[in-house]
Every structure is written in structure tokens, then in C-alpha cells.
């Protein structure tokens, strides 16, 4: 069994229905089970900011799914949910990221873990934060409440 770390974010529709939603059918896989929960954090569009609002939060999982597997069960709840890939950055009905799996470094075809860009994010550093402050983001070797509280005082030396 595998500890990791997954970021859940909506913009589209009912999307407080989106999360719970997305959250009923990762923990319908026997393969997955939901063992923490952020609360819901209500954030501004980050990157394309002409969009509306999200819903944010990070969950922790434990799994028997490789990350790979992890990742692609994440699209399927995605595609389930109806999600039309558009644009990059742009509006969605929901959007599953595997930011950490354990301690692993990986850098493959459709997969790059930890999140490439998760340490600049407050909408996942902030809920992270919440639920994880002590794990240790395996590139940087500062925990999450090292990179929250980076971030927040705008340090960009990671
Ligand atoms: N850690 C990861 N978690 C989720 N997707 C990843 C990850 N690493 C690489 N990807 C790839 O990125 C693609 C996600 O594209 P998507 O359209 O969701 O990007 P985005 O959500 O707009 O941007 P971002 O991934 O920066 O949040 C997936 O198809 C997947 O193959
Ligand atoms: N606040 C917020 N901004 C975003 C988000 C998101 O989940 N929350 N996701 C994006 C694409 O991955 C782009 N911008």
C-alpha cells in the first residue's frame, strides 16, 4: 500500500457535486481508499485568470494503484464526470492531479510526480498544508509547510 497525494479542482457546473462526486468514485475502487479529506477552499483562477472561481482541496489516498495507474484512474473520473479537454489551464468540471506518491521521483511519458508545478500553487499548498504540513516534497526536501510558507512570503529559490 502506497501513501499519496491527489488535488481536486472545479469550475464548472455544480462544482461542490463535482468533488463529492469525484471523491464517491475514487473511493468506489477497491483499490483506493480516501483517508483524509481538506476542507473545500473557494480560490481565484490561477495562470488563465479570465475564468470563472474554482473549489480546491487535496485528499490523501491509500493505494494498491501504481502512479501510473493512479493517474490514469484519475482521467477516468474525469471523462466520467464529463470533462471536454479544451485548453490548457481553462475551465473544468473537474481536475484530479497526483501531486505526491510516497517519497518517488518520477518523470515518465504522461506523468511527472511530484506535481511540476504544485509548490507554486497556493489552492494546493493551502489545503495540503491543512491535512499533510510534516511530507516531505522529495525534490526540494522541504515538507509542504515549508513550501506554503514559502510561498506565502514569495521566496522562489525552489
Ligand atoms: N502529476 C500529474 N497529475 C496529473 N496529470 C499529470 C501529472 N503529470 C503529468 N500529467 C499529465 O498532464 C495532463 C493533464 O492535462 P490537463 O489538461 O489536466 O492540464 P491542466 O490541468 O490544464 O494543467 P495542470 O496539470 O498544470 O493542472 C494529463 O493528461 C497527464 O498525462
Ligand atoms: N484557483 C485555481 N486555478 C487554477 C486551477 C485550479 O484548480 N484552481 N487549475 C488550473 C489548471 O490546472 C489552472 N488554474
Known sequence: MAIAYLGLGTNIGERYKNLRNAIELLA????????????????APYGMTDQPDFLNMVIEVETNLSPTNLLYFGLEIEEKLGRVRKEVWGPRIIDVDVLIYEDLELNIDDLTVPHIEMHKREFVLEPFNEIAPKVMHPTFKK????????LKRGVMDV
Not at 143 to 150: A, R, V
Open 28 to 43: 468506489e475502487n477497491p483499490d483506493v481508499t480516501v483517508r483524509k479529506e481538506s476542507q473545500i477552499y473557494e480560490t
Open 143 to 150: 515538507t509542504i509547510q515549508e513550501l506554503y510558507k514559502d
